[in-house]
């Protein structure tokens, strides 16, 4: 008899450990997908944070880009100016040298 119930225990000890262990694998298996979800939200949230400091610097690279064309629009709108002015100062000098009997 004795016997018997050392085995019943035993029995029940094995399934309780059993049993424990089964839980604690679960609890772990909860742990890491708690784990993996807040990962994969930090990573989502890095690449949103990415992405519109990438649409930014691209916005920014375009206005930059429009406005170094306006100065370079600008600019040769100056020197086509001064061109022009250049053409005429050299045929008043032309003029000049010709009524003055030089050249």
Do not use: C, P
């Not at 016997?3 to 909860?30: N, S």
């Not at 690449?47 to 916005?59: N, P």
């Not at 406005?67 to 629009?73: D, L, S």
Request: aromatic share 2%.
């Amino acid at each position: 008899m004795r016997q018997d119930y050392l085995r019943i225990v035993r029995e029940v000890g094995a399934q309780v450990r059993q049993e424990f262990q089964a839980e604690f694998v679960l609890k772990m298996i909860e742990a890491r997908e708690g784990i993996e979800a807040t990962i994969d939200a930090a990573i989502t949230g890095r690449k949103r944070a990415i992405e519109s400091q990438r649409r930014e610097l691209h916005q920014l690279l375009q206005q930059s880009k429009a406005e170094q064309q306006q100065r370079r629009a600008a600019a040769e709108k100056q020197l086509n100016g001064v061109r022009a002015l250049r053409a005429d100062a050299d045929k008043l000098r032309t003029r000049v040298d010709a009524a003055l009997g030089v050249g």
